[in-house]
């Protein structure tokens, strides 16, 4: 019997794995093989049976589909691997991921068939040929029986999720459909709990197979606070953001998710969101994941978004909260995770999103951490709008309290003889003028008690919103995650350290703007945020001074002050943003067309002269938002 007992680091290609397989796993972003894909992917390539005990979420579908690819020939268009699964979307979920996996593998087809289907849709589709199938066992036996689906060059029989087969009836099709395969097949039978029944189908049907089952880990007291949300993929992003403004006590936050990708793609979306934050993982070098490391230190950046392997042995005491964003493969890997706050004597606090069907993992890691996970909701925008008053309210007093403000007696006083309007009326409208940049409510926040927030305690000084962000956030536009900058990156560094001076910024007296052509646009992915953040950090061109962008599909304009010096112009040519050499240039007369409807000229030039609220927007947000 073989069991894993840790998440593997060693690499995909340790494995056995053909090229082409690595390369559709460096594609979707995989770091390492989970340790069900650790364990049976050799088994399986070595021609044995199996036998896993696993459930969804541990990365199974890769532990099978990876192997059985490997194998197949495909000069041949016939049904070389069969999979059985419980329901109709699994077989489309496991048949996506197939085709993902073989992204590099020409001419390969997997076919899906399940109940509720046009028989009339499957029979051409299996007449066109195809390697795969994945298959409900009802139907797969109607078309065995029909003939329609000929099995006499399978290889591989895979089935997945018995115990849900067996739970749903399928039990004797699946016999059926054993009686009727080749008897030389390689098979592997995956379930989440092993009952007698699947035990016996194993013993009848599987020649000497190998069983697989990942060990829950050992358990561990944790002193680190654990809750969970409830929550669908699609709103996780919403409710991370929502949590991270309501917690208290949030100093620094690691991110988890699964892929290198999506660290990338969820800490952009962050940083969007007006969050310091960076990406964490193997693709980094050494020097810049240091770097990234030391940036939370310094507190520079405040969340940092992280693969589990890129994690590893992360030892940074401000990290108040965990985030599991993707559910971890087993126990072992949530206890590792969560080990990443609470250090240096600190209470932690972890926060665990759940998908619906991924709530079995719940009652595994309370037994794994012997101790009970509280259900947290998704914050309403009215808690959220209570959270941003109460911070502006404290702010408000602290300003009071600390500052000397005399003069603006008299601007008040003033506007309220010459313009005859009350002191309340003229706070309610700098208040406004104050978070315009970042409104108090949220759309849909009309449900928040702003007088109940006003005198709720203030224990949320630390929490890292609206004001909070005066301290956290620089004004000038922050960096980018640190793999889209040469670690030589020195100036734009400076410029992002909280306290510390910006690069030296050049000073343009207010007047006229060019237009710049840049070598990056849609086709690249870049967003304006990143050229101006770019521009400013690396040219020090300050964002009042950057006017319009618009972006085309394989470059874009910007707007810059005229007649820049040569050395400027030469800094502008060389910057990179997303890999990409921007070779700035001035665009010819004509070069540009500009299909929108006419515009203020200068929008920055224009702005009233009044000092930034803190806590706003840097002024390139802003104008993105235009
Ligand atoms: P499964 O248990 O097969 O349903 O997989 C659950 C999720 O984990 C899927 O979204 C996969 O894309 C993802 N996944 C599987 N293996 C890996 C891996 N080695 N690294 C990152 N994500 C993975």
């Known amino acids: ?27 979707v972003g995989y770091e390492t093989p989970s340790p069900i894909q650790a364990a049976c992917i050799p088994v399986l390539l070595a021609g044995h049976d199996l036998l896993g005990e696993a459930q969804t979420g541990t990365g199974k579908t890769a532990a099978f589909a990876l192997p059985l690819l490997q194998k197949i020939d495909i000069k041949r268009a016939v049904p070389q691997a069969l999979i059985l699964t419980p329901t109709r979307e699994l077989a489309i979920q496991v048949a996506e991921a197939l085709q993902k996996y073989a992204h590099h593998l020409p001419g390969f087809h997997v076919l899906p068939i ?19 199938i994945v298959g409900t066992p009802g139907r797969v036996m109607d078309h065995l029986e029909r003939k329609s689906l000929v099995l006499n060059n399978l290889q591989t029989l895979v089935l997945d999720e018995a ?40 013993h009848e049907h599987l020649r000497e197979p190998k069983e697989i089952k990942i060990r829950s880990a050992t358990s561990t007291v944790v002193t680190t606070s654990q809750s969970y ?56 070098t050494q020097g810049l994941r240091e770097q990234v490391i030391e940036r939370l230190k310094a507190g520079t950046i405040d969340i940092v978004v992280a693969t589990d392997v890129a994690a590893r042995g992360l030892d940074v005491a401000r990290i108040s909260h965990v985030i599991n964003y993707d559910v971890p493969y087993d126990t072992e890997a949530y206890v590792h995770r969560i080990g990443r706050t609470g250090r240096a004597g600190r209470t932690g606090r972890a926060i665990l999103f759940l998908a619906p069907r991924e709530m079995y993992m719940l009652k595994l890691i309370e037994r794994a951490t012997k101790q009970k996970i509280t259900a947290i909701t998704m914050p309403t925008p009215g808690e959220v709008a209570n959270r941003r008053v109460a ?15 005399d003069f603006f007696f008299d601007v008040v006083r003033r506007m309220e003889s010459e313009q005859d309007i009350a002191a309340r009326e003229i706070a309610a409208a700098l208040a406004w003028l104050a978070t315009r940049e970042r409104p108090l409510q949220m759309p849909g926040a009309n449900d928040h008690a702003p007088r109940e927030a006003a005198t709720a305690p203030a224990a949320v000084a630390s929490a890292p919103t609206f004001a909070a962000d005066a301290e956290r956030k620089p004004t000038k536009p922050r960096a980018k995650p640190a793999e889209d900058y040469p670690a030589a990156d020195a100036p734009r560094e400076r410029a992002t350290k909280r306290g510390d001076t910006p690069v030296k910024l050049q000073s343009f007296p207010p007047g006229t703007l060019a237009r710049y052509r840049i070598e990056i646009g849609r086709n690249q992915g870049v967003l304006p945020k990143e050229i101006v953040g ?42 990179r943003v997303r890999q990409f050499a921007l070779k700035t240039r001035v665009m010819e007369a004509g070069e540009f067309v500009d299909t929108r409807p006419p515009r203020r000229a ?25």
């Open 1 to 27: 019997m073989t069991t894993t007992q840790e998440t593997t680091v060693a690499g995909f290609d340790t494995l056995g794995l053909a090229k082409p397989l690595l390369d559709a796993l460096a594609d």
């Open 229 to 284: 949300c409830q929550t669908h993929s699609g709103q996780k992003l919403e409710a991370l953001t929502r949590i991270l403004e309501v917690e208290d006590d949030f100093d620094a936050a690691i991110v988890f998710v699964r892929t290198k990708t999506a660290t990338v793609e969820l800490a952009d979306k962050l940083e969007a969101r007006g969050y310091s934050v960076a990406a964490l993982n193997g693709d980094l």
């Open 391 to 405: 911070q502006f309210t404290q702010q408000v007093v602290d300003i009071i309290k600390s500052e000397k403000l």
């Open 114 to 132: 399940y109940g509720g289907q046009s028989m009339v849709v499957q029979l051409r589709a299996l007449s066109r040929g195809t390697h795969v």
């Open 163 to 202: 115990d849900e087969m067996l739970r749903m009836g399928f039990i004797d099709d699946v016999k059926w459909i054993l009686e009727h395969t080749p008897a030389e097949r390689q098979t592997a039978l995956f379930s989440a709990t092993m009952p007698d029944v699947i035990r016996r189908v194993a």
């Open 534 to 575: 770019a521009i400013a950090n690396e040219a020090g061109i300050a964002g009042k001074d950057i006017g319009q962008i618009n972006l085309f599909d394989d470059y874009s304009s910007v707007e810059l002050p005229a007649n820049l010096p040569a050395d400027l112009m030469d800094v502008l040519r060389r910057i």
């Open 602 to 626: 200068t929008p920055a030039a224009k702005k009233p002269d009044w000092k930034k609220p803190a806590g706003a927007k840097p002024e390139w947000k802003a104008k993105r938002e235009r």
